[in-house]
């Protein structure tokens, strides 16, 4: 399960990426990686959450299956 590349490009923009850093608490190098690498950590469920609430998508708009 891997996000959209429109949704990567999304979380990539400054107001995306600062919320996400924010609510995950991780680095700005550590979300780009996790972007850049369809890292793991991608599909907890927290962080799952946390990106449904930032983009207004619902899982399957998210991710590829």
Do not use: C, F, N
């Amino acid at each position: 399960m891997k996000l959209k590349r429109e949704v990567k490009r999304l979380l990539m923009k400054p107001e995306y990426l600062g919320l996400l850093m924010h609510k995950t608490g991780k680095t700005h190098a550590t979300i780009v990686r996790w972007l850049q690498t369809d890292y793991k950590d991608l599909q907890l469920p927290q962080t799952v959450a946390i990106i449904e609430e930032i983009t207004g998508r619902s899982r399957r708009e998210l991710y590829e299956l």
